[in-house]
C-alpha cells in the first residue's frame, strides 16, 4: 500500500464529504496529528486505522489504498457549487479502465465510428456536422433517435450512466487520446430522462467540434462552444427538414399542444423544442407565451427542473407506428436511456471463467448478493 495513494484518496474523499483534518480524525476514533501525518504522506496507516478510516468515510478500503488512474484529456464543466467533481472523475477513470481493460481481455474492441482527420468535424457548422454524424450512424434523415446508448456504443462511445445528486452537472466527455472516446451522463432522478438525451448528443457534438480543447484543469464553460454543442444535439435529435414537416403538420393546434406533440415524436425535453424554433421563428416572447399559455391550461408554472407530460393520446398519436414510444402519454422512463454494452462484456466474461463473480460486481457497481441475483437472471 501506498502512501501517496492513501494520502490523495483520504484527501479527495474528505473534501467530498466537507470534512476538516480534524473532523475526519474525530470520525475515525484517531489523534488529529496522526491524521494529519497520514493525509500529509508521512506515515503509511496499519490496518485498523485504515478500517476506521474507511467507516468514517463510509467506503470500502480498496477505495482508500487503489491508486486512481488520471484523466486529463477531459472535458468536463459545471456549476462551480459542485463539490463532488474530484470524485466524479475518480469513479469515470475507474469505470474507463475497467471497461478498456475487458475489452482487452475479451478481444472486443469496438472502433471509434466517428474519428476523422484533425480538424475535419470543425470545418464544418454544428448543424452539418450532426447531419453528417447521423449518416455515418445509419440514421435515416427522418428517424428519431430512439436509442442514443446503443447509437453510440455500437461507434465505439463508451457510455456511463452516473447519478449524482446535483443539477450542478449534467455531463462530461472523455477523448480518444484518455481512453475514451467516452460519453458520462447524470441520470440522477430529479433530472428528466429527456435532459439526459439531450446531454448525450450535447457531448457528443463537443467530441466531434471541440475536441483540440478537452483539458480536465478547464472548468468554465465557453460560451460559444455551449452554443454550438447545443446546436448539434437540437439537430442531431431533430433533423431540421422532418422537424419543420413535423411542425407544418401540427399548423392548427395551441402552441402548447404543438410543443408537446412534436417533444413526444423526437424523445426530446419541450425546451429543446422551443429552442429550435427560437432559431427559426420571429418570435421574440415565444418561451414567454408557451409559460403563459402552460399556466392557463394547468394553473401550474413550469420550474427549471420541470418536463411536462404530454397531452392525453388522441386519435391522430394512435397512427403512430407501434415500435415508437413517442405516442405514449407518460414523461419517457429511465429504460429510456440504458447503456448495456459494459453489462455484455461483464456476463460473456464470467460465462467465460475470465473474470469472478465478485469482480463482476465490482465492475457493475453492485453488491456481490445483487449480482449473484443478476447472475441468476441470464437467460438465452
Known amino acids: 500500500m501506498g502512501a501517496e495513494a492513501i494520502a490523495a484518496n483520504l484527501r479527495r474523499l474528505r473534501l467530498a464529504k466537507d470534512l476538516t483534518q480534524e473532523e475526519a480524525a474525530e470520525a475515525a476514533g484517531i489523534s488529529k496529528a496522526a491524521y494529519r501525518n497520514i493525509e500529509g504522506r508521512k506515515s503509511v496507516p496499519r490496518a485498523d486505522t485504515l478500517h476506521r478510516l474507511s467507516q468514517a468515510l463510509s467506503v470500502p478500503i480498496r477505495e482508500l489504498v487503489t491508486p486512481v488512474p488520471e484523466l486529463r484529456r477531459v472535458r468536463f464543466r459545471s456549476f462551480k457549487r459542485l463539490r463532488t467533481r474530484e470524485e466524479i472523475l475518480v469513479a469515470v477513470a475507474r469505470w474507463l479502465a475497467d471497461f478498456n481493460a475487458l475489452e482487452e481481455l475479451l478481444g472486443a474492441h469496438v472502433p471509434y465510428g466517428l474519428a476523422q482527420g484533425k480538424g475535419a468535424w470543425r470545418a464544418t457548422s454544428p448543424q452539418q456536422a450532426a447531419a453528417k454524424a447521423r449518416e455515418r450512424m445509419g440514421l435515416d434523415a427522418s428517424e428519431p433517435v430512439r436509442d442514443i446508448?446503443?447509437?453510440?456504443?455500437?461507434?465505439?462511445?463508451?457510455?456511463?450512466?452516473?447519478?449524482?445528486?446535483?443539477?450542478?452537472?449534467?455531463?462530461?466527455?472523455?477523448?480518444?487520446?484518455?481512453?475514451?472516446?467516452?460519453?458520462?451522463?447524470?441520470?440522477?432522478?430529479?433530472?428528466?430522462?429527456?435532459?439526459?438525451?439531450?446531454?448525450?448528443?450535447?457531448?457528443?457534438?463537443?467530441?466531434?467540434?471541440?475536441?483540440?480543447?478537452?483539458?480536465?484543469?478547464?472548468?468554465?464553460?465557453?460560451?460559444?462552444?455551449?452554443?454550438?454543442?447545443?446546436?448539434?444535439?437540437?439537430?442531431?435529435?431533430?433533423?431540421?427538414?422532418?422537424?419543420?414537416?413535423?411542425?407544418?403538420?401540427?399548423?392548427?393546434m395551441a402552441l402548447v399542444d404543438r410543443v408537446l406533440k412534436v417533444k413526444r415524436i423526437f424523445r426530446v425535453s419541450y425546451r429543446t423544442v422551443l429552442y429550435r424554433l427560437s432559431e427559426t421563428l420571429e418570435a421574440p416572447d415565444l418561451w414567454r407565451r408557451f409559460q403563459a399559455d402552460y399556466l392557463r391550461r394547468t394553473d401550474k408554472t413550469l420550474l427549471k427542473e420541470d418536463e411536462p407530460d404530454a397531452l392525453a393520446a388522441d386519435a391522430f398519436r394512435a397512427s403512430f407506428p407501434e415500435h415508437s414510444r413517442a405516442g405514449e402519454p407518460e414523461d419517457l422512463s429511465p429504460l429510456d436511456f440504458v447503456e448495456d454494452r459494459l453489462s455484455r462484456l461483464v456476463r460473456k466474461a464470467i460465462e467465460g471463467e475470465e473474470i469472478s463473480l465478485a469482480r463482476g460486481a465490482e465492475i457493475l457497481g453492485l453488491s456481490l448478493g445483487d449480482m449473484r441475483q443478476l447472475a441468476g437472471s441470464w437467460v438465452g
Open 149 to 252: 446508448c446503443g447509437l453510440l456504443e455500437a461507434r465505439g462511445i463508451k457510455v456511463y450512466p452516473l447519478s449524482i445528486a446535483s443539477d450542478a452537472f449534467f455531463g462530461l466527455s472523455v477523448a480518444p487520446a484518455d481512453g475514451g472516446p467516452a460519453i458520462v451522463v447524470n441520470t440522477w432522478d430529479r433530472i428528466s430522462v429527456e435532459r439526459w438525451i439531450f446531454t448525450a448528443a450535447h457531448e457528443l457534438g463537443h467530441l466531434l467540434l471541440h475536441l483540440a480543447d478537452y483539458d480536465v484543469e478547464q472548468r468554465d464553460e465557453e460560451p460559444r462552444q455551449e452554443k454550438e454543442a447545443n446546436l448539434f444535439a437540437s439537430h442531431f435529435l431533430m433533423p431540421e427538414e422532418v422537424f419543420a414537416k413535423e411542425w407544418a403538420e401540427t399548423y392548427g
